[in-house]
């Protein structure tokens, strides 16, 4: 087992390691670590979050993956990034200026990775990187430097408008479209 670091300050300097991977199937995008996440180094890993639950449910890994094995996901096509490297206690300590500058780094990345699709974790946070205050979940009208764009709701512990059922169903969305994206775009590996 890592040891999670005790020191707030230590804690609130650390950042996570993309998990990410040329070609991969989607990559999601988190708004930025959580405390916890930061002190061990796993992203989505406080033990409320809904994230790892959603993947198993909705078929997009084989059974349900601790976070220690992010690393795991990139044999499922899956990788993680945030918008935000900075760490917080929750989202809303983030202003909206850094979570506009994580626009352009994430461009950055599909343009260096190419993710078919790349699926932003939190509405709220979306509509304040793109500028579309009246997003809704699911797919969006426009791509990102090639991708498929889609919306998922914020899979933190502390979102009581989503429970497991919907969480399972909102992932099951994705991975259908995703499987409709890899059919659509054979690319030569």
Request: contains cysteine; glycine residues 8%; hydrophobic residues 45%.
């Amino acid at each position: 087992m890592k040891r999670i670091l005790t020191t707030p300050r230590l804690v609130l300097r650390r950042t996570l390691r993309d998990v990410i991977a040329a070609d991969l199937d989607v990559l999601f995008c988190g708004i930025n670590p959580g405390l916890y996440s930061a002190a061990t180094g796993w992203h989505f890993a406080r033990p409320g979050n809904r994230f790892w639950p959603a993947l198993a449910a909705s078929g997009l890994t084989p059974v349900q993956l601790h976070p220690s094995q992010r690393r795991e996901l990139l044999a499922c096509g899956i990788g993680i990034t945030n918008l935000v490297a900075r760490a917080t206690g929750a989202a809303d300590e983030l202003t909206a200026d850094e979570i506009r500058a994580g626009r352009p780094r994430l461009e950055r990345k599909i343009r260096r990775y190419r993710p078919r699709v790349v699926a932003i974790v939190g509405i709220g946070a979306y509509r304040i990187a793109f500028g579309r205050p009246r997003a809704t979940f699911g797919r969006q009208p426009a791509e990102l430097a090639g991708a498929l764009l889609w919306v998922l709701p914020n899979t933190s512990g502390l979102n009581a408008h989503y429970q497991a059922a919907g969480f399972a169903r909102a992932f099951t969305d994705l991975r259908e479209a995703i499987e409709a994206r890899r059919q659509a775009t054979v690319r030569p590996r």
